[in-house]
Nanobody, 122 residues
Framework: QGQLIESGGGLVQTGGLLRLSCFAT????????VGWFRQNSGKEREFVAR????????AYADSVLGRSTISRDSAKDTVFLQINNLKPEDAGVYYC???????????????WGQGTQVTVSS
């Protein structure tokens, strides 16, 4: 019955900041690893960042490394993604997903949110 719900998408400015939230309705993200992915129209879904269940370990795609932060607040059942210095290439539909594994492969994730659209002004 659990769901993941992304929020925070919309129109953002090139060079600005993006902050997304992933809320678990049944506290699933308190016990599972969570990844963020994005997909541009006509392209494959790509890994952005992931965080382990304790929030002690993170990993980032090269495309956002050094300007992105993934974090989680178990008390709020929420995982956050922040990307600074936005580029046009950061546009797309952003998804959060949960699994008990540790992978950057979308196929390794079992539970997905519906996604939130991010448009970057150029």
């Amino acid at each position: 019955q659990g769901q993941l719900i992304e929020s925070g998408g919309g129109l953002v400015q090139t060079g600005g900041l993006l902050r997304l939230s992933c809320f678990a309705t049944d506290r699933a993200i308190r016990s599972y690893n969570v990844g963020w992915f994005r997909q541009n129209s006509g392209k494959e879904r790509e890994f952005v960042a992931r965080i382990n269940r304790r929030g002690s370990t993170t990993a980032y795609a090269d495309s956002v490394l050094g300007r992105s932060t993934i974090s989680r607040d178990s008390a709020k059942d929420t995982v956050f993604l922040q990307i600074n210095n936005l580029k046009p290439e950061d546009a797309g539909v952003y998804y959060c997903a949960a699994d008990d594994g540790w992978s950057a492969d979308p196929a390794g994730y079992d539970v997905w949110g519906q996604g939130t659209q991010v448009t970057v002004s150029s």
